[in-house]
């Protein structure tokens, strides 16, 4: 299993650009989840999906978009970046709620110019 | 939703226990404890969870207090590669969101 792949690693975007960040699972988890990571900070939860079809909003939603057509696939869309998206984003899946153990990927590094 | 307090950072040195406390005052009776840590440049992965009674796995124990308003994470025996970002983390539920805090930076010396 390649576990959860995220691409790309590393981006950088100009101010008002748009880009999806991809992140695919293997393991057949149901729940996926989407984090950023802002220097010295915690995660914290952009967006989630219970299942195919299926998202929800976290705890800081505004200017990202997500959809899950696929049990394997969550992307993640920014509509159009700004500086203060500039940070590290982790996917996540588990296989049953969002708390239970869950299994990241390596992160995509943005810088928002 | 409840919260936890952790240390800053702590050293060990290697091959000596680590013990990494956890204050969560205001936890429920639903709330599940989890510890991630995280290893520079990598994603969070998971270390151990629990409910009330002590867990042990092959990374660590996890101590709870008869009361739940403190836990303690031990790794047995550093190693170098121990060196992360520890997590004490409060689940609501079966289904609640992970809520990561700063964490703990352990620094284990050769």
């Known amino acids: 299993n390649a576990g959860v792949t995220q691409t790309p690693k590393f981006q950088v975007l100009k101010t008002g650009q748009s880009m999806t960040l991809q992140c695919a699972q293997d393991m057949n988890h149901e729940y996926m989840s989407w984090y950023r990571q802002d220097p010295g900070m915690g995660l914290r939860l952009i967006h989630y999906?219970?299942?195919?079809?299926?998202?929800d909003q976290g705890e800081v939603p505004n200017g990202y978009n997500v959809s899950r057509s696929t049990t394997e696939d969550f992307p993640l869309r920014l509509l159009s970046a700004a500086p203060s998206q500039t940070s590290v984003y982790f996917c996540?899946?588990?296989?049953?709620?969002?708390?239970?153990?869950?299994?990241f990927g390596p992160g995509t590094r943005l810088t928002v110019l | 939703d409840a919260k936890t307090t952790q240390p800053n950072s702590m050293e060990s040195n290697e091959e000596e226990p680590v013990h990494l406390p956890c204050n969560h005052s205001?936890?429920?009776?639903?709330?599940?404890i989890h510890w991630y840590r995280q290893l520079p440049s990598q994603g969070p992965e998971y270390v151990i969870h629990g409910l009330t009674s002590n867990v042990n796995n092959r990374m660590a124990s996890l101590a709870i207090a008869e009361d739940r308003k403190s836990s303690t994470l031990i790794l047995h025996r550093a190693t170098l590669r121990d060196a992360a970002v520890y997590y004490c983390i409060l689940r609501r539920g079966s289904w609640g969101k992970l809520q990561f805090g700063a964490g703990t930076q352990v620094v284990v010396t050769p």
């Open positions: 205001t936890i429920s009776g639903t709330d599940y």
């Open positions: 996540a899946s588990s296989y049953r709620g969002l708390g239970v153990r869950q299994f």
């Open positions: 999906s219970v299942g195919a079809g299926i998202t």
